[in-house]
Antibody, heavy 119, light 107 residues
Framework: EVQLVQSGAEVKKPGESLKISCKGS????????IGWVRQMPGKGLEWMGI????????RYSPSFQGQVTISADKSISTAYLQWSSLKASDTAMYYC????????????WGQGTLVTVSS | DIQMTQSPSTLSASVGDRVTITCRAS??????LAWYQQKPGKAPKLLIY???SLESGVPSRFSGSGSGTEFTLTISSLQPDDFATYYC?????????FGQGTRLEIK
């Protein structure tokens, strides 16, 4: 069974750094792209970027380029989304999702990680 | 960037109704369109891909159509479990954009 299991909820202060994770299982982790999607409170879905764990090829949405870093450790089948300096506006639910190909839909999703940034 | 516009933003309907949600792309995306269902507090779920292909396990009352810039998601006979928010998504390239969502409410 394909599963993407994300790390737990985080509460951080503005300016702090953060790295959240997404662990894949039940499939060949290095053969599928993993994407990250943001959902701000009460709002819609925004695509942030994708990574191919097989060779760490990473692509970002222009809206998120330079704001976050996406990485992966294929040895432990885990993708990451990180911030170096959080802002209150980063408060959101973050989902990872498997993409069937570089130009395919997201067929499996993680359960989401809620990030709250507040002073 | 390719912009995706869904209509309506909110739709009120009753169990048993046939409903249609429309999604328009700002430029042609061929058939590279997906539809997702999201319930409160849950991750989105893939319903339709390549505009009209039903994802495995999705009830046949869901169907998709369209190509180019105009697409529709139709639910043939609404069930209580279908009241949720629906998003279209274009994946014409590695760049992805979602529509703003359509909230399907019980009338």
């Amino acid at each position: 069974e394909v599963q993407l299991v994300q790390s737990g909820a985080e509460v951080k202060k503005p300016g702090e750094s953060l790295k959240i994770s997404c662990k894949g299982s039940g499939y060949s982790f290095t053969s599928y792209w993993i994407g990250w999607v943001r959902q701000m409170p009460g709002k819609g879905l925004e695509w942030m970027g994708i990574i191919y764990p097989g060779d760490s090829d990473t692509r970002y949405s222009p809206s998120f380029q330079g704001q976050v870093t996406i990485s992966a450790d294929k040895s432990i089948s885990t993708a990451y989304l990180q911030w170096s300096s959080l802002k209150a506006s980063d408060t959101a639910m973050y989902y990872c999702a498997r993409r069937s190909s570089i130009s395919g839909p997201f067929d499996y999703w993680g359960q989401g990680t809620l990030v709250t940034v507040s002073s | 960037d390719i912009q995706m516009t869904q209509s309506p933003s909110t739709l009120s309907a009753s169990v048993g109704d046939r409903v249609t949600i429309t999604c328009r792309a700002s430029q042609s995306i061929s058939s590279w369109l997906a539809w997702y269902q999201q319930k409160p507090g849950k991750a989105p779920k893939l319903l339709i891909y390549k505009a009209s292909s039903l994802e495995s396990g999705v009830p046949s009352r869901f169907s998709g159509s369209g190509s180019g810039t105009e697409f529709t998601l139709t639910i043939s006979s609404l069930q209580p479990d279908d009241f949720a928010t629906y998003y279209c998504q274009q994946y014409n390239s590695y760049l992805i954009t979602f529509g703003q969502g359509t909230r399907l409410e019980i009338k």
